[in-house]
């Protein structure tokens, strides 16, 4: 079975801190993705992945960045957390499927707190 | 910008009611389309794809999608609906060659009476 495994799955931080949610898939999967979920508005994806150091921005980058470092190891950063941030947010992974994304995969969620 | 749509945000239905929640998306090219379930307390799980061939999709527990490239949709249908069924659905679209890109519709929440 695929695993997708975030860090944390609640996470409290104050406003102005730099936060860390760690993402890492077991499946030597291409594509890795980091969304936000919120009530009425779905998932909206924030930063994806196809290659080790490669990123492109999703529909809401703006606050966040994305390091890429090895393979199997997608981490999303909020450089200064604001209480807007607060929000589910989901990994994914999936393969390169004919010429775009192949089934994803998702994480439990971390449920991130910004007081 | 490409988008999905999906305009029942809170469906109530009566066990054994038959269901279809609408989606749609904004993309003139080929795209992949997935449909996922989200139960209380869960992970998203994959209910349904279409990648190509055969546009009448069928999925786990029941559920299928039929994908009208004209209109632009890939609605989910299931003819009875069980209670356990009570869940958030999305539907998503990879577009074919922009790097596994993968976006999702606002969800529909579904909510089965006993």
């Known amino acids: 079975d695929v695993k997708v495994t975030q860090s944390s799955r609640y996470l409290v931080k104050r406003t102005g801190e730099k936060v860390f949610l760690e993402c890492v898939q077991d499946m030597d999967h291409e594509n890795m993705f980091w969304y936000r979920q919120d009530p009425g508005l779905g998932l909206r994806l924030i930063y994806f992945s196809y290659d080790v150091k490669m990123k492109e921005k999703g529909d809401i980058p703006e606050g966040y960045s994305v390091s890429r470092e090895k393979k199997e190891r997608f981490s999303l950063i909020l450089e200064s957390a604001s209480t807007n941030q607060t929000s589910m947010y989901l990994c994914a992974s999936s393969l390169v499927g004919q010429g775009g994304s192949a089934e994803a995969f998702f994480g439990q969620g971390t449920r991130l707190t910004v007081v | 910008a490409q988008s999905v749509s999906q305009h029942n945000h809170h469906v109530i239905l009566s066990e054994a009611a038959s269901l279809e929640l609408g989606c749609n998306y904004s993309?003139?090219?080929?795209?992949?389309l997935f449909w996922y379930v989200q139960y209380p307390g869960q992970h998203l799980q994959l209910l349904l794809k279409?990648?190509?061939?055969?546009?009448l999709v069928k999925g786990i527990k029941g559920f299928e999608a039929e994908f009208i490239k004209s209109k632009f949709s890939f609605n989910l249908r299931k003819p009875s609906v069980q209670w356990s069924d009570t869940a958030e659905y999305f539907c998503a679209a990879a577009i074919y060659n922009q790097g596994g890109k993968l976006i999702f519709g606002q969800g529909t929440e579904l909510s089965v009476k006993p």
């Open positions: 993309y003139g090219g080929t795209v992949n």
């Open positions: 279409y990648f190509s061939g055969d546009p």
